[in-house]
């Protein structure tokens, strides 16, 4: 799974989610929460009854104009995902957000997760018309560096605001990039 180049697609409705890729949704996000990783389930360990609720979920919610997951893939097996999304009030129609940034753990630092968000940027730009990207990070585990590495601004925390356990409280930080 580790060699070959790097896929990078984006789905877009709730029919394109093969069974396949809706099982390796879930092997990846079990693993990468697992191994301590800010992937929406805060207390590890998971199982698959508990992360496929929140597969099913997100697929159903799938629409080209408010809900795109872009998946990574290296020979055809899942190496990465992630969700964007935007609400279409148009108020706030001009932006969206990134959901559950995740890469498989034994090959992280291959630039996969680098490639995802360069991905989505041009997706959320040309694909969405969106002008910015927010996103939620968990803060102490050196997500803020990644992104600031990639173009996107610290513009807020909401101290403690996470709770991993009694005296281990976490900044919730809060990030754009913006223009894409």
Known sequence: MNSGPLDLRQVTAPGDVTPEL???LIECWIEVTNAGGAAGFPFPPIDASKVALAVDSLVAGLAPETSRLVVASINGNLVGWLNV????FELIAHWGTL???QTRTSLRGRGIGAALINHVRDIARDGMGLEQLHLAARGGVGL????VRLGWKEIGRWPGALRLAPGDDRDEVLMILAPL
């Open 99 to 101: 959901h559950h940034v």
């Open 144 to 147: 803020e560096d990644f992104y």
């Open 85 to 88: 999304r935007r609400d279409p």
């Open 22 to 24: 809706r099982q390796a």
